[in-house]
């Protein structure tokens, strides 16, 4: 082999490991943003949890939400089933003592006192005031009017509301591909 086909072999692999280096990179910096917004929605989930064991004995358990005609039956083990991992996963790149120390920091008791009423009993008031279904992005529209230092996402509006289906408070409603929500009464 000689020296020159040497050199235009070796500057073949230093373009192909340049390449590939690159192409690493800018998977690592899509898979980062991916986490991020998987520890997002870990944290939500987690919330939301949180929410639904400490408001369990409020349910009154005689008033089970209705079902649409159109929505697939489900079992509550089904519904478990489906739930329960979802909330117990930790990535593993997360260390526990890390995670239990930021915990604390961003809900303490003085801050959940400012904040006023929890978001549930906001949007079962709003659906109080109207005798017609109302879509979630409504809900959102008329909560941040009326609670203008309110700003809650519209996955979070979405979550309550959800939960509020599963404690029985509320009603939910398919219309086609939308999703209406009245108050039980």
Do not use: C, W
């Not at 997002?40 to 408001?55: F, G, K, M, P």
């Amino acid at each position: 082999m000689s020296s020159q086909s040497a050199a235009r072999l070796r500057s073949r692999y230093v373009e192909q490991v340049a390449s590939d280096l690159e192409e690493n990179r800018r998977r690592q910096e899509e898979l980062a943003k991916r986490i991020d917004i998987l520890k997002q929605e870990e944290t939500l989930l987690t919330d939301i949890l949180e929410l639904a064991e400490r408001y369990e004995g409020f349910a009154d358990t005689s008033r089970l939400p209705e079902q649409a005609q159109d929505e697939p039956a489900r079992t509550r083990a089904q519904r478990d089933g489906d739930a329960a991992p979802a909330t117990r996963r930790t990535p593993p790149s997360t260390p526990a003592p890390a995670k239990a120390a930021a915990k604390p920091a961003t809900r303490t008791g003085a801050q959940g006192a400012s904040r006023g009423p929890l978001l549930g009993d906001l949007l079962t008031e709003l659906l109080a005031g109207h005798d017609t279904p109302r879509a979630a992005k409504d809900l959102r529209d008329e909560l941040m009017t009326k609670h203008p230092s309110r700003r809650p996402t519209p996955q979070v509006v979405r979550n309550t509301l959800e939960s509020l289906v599963a404690k029985g408070r509320i009603q939910r409603h398919k219309q086609r591909r939308s999703v209406l929500y009245t108050l039980v009464r």
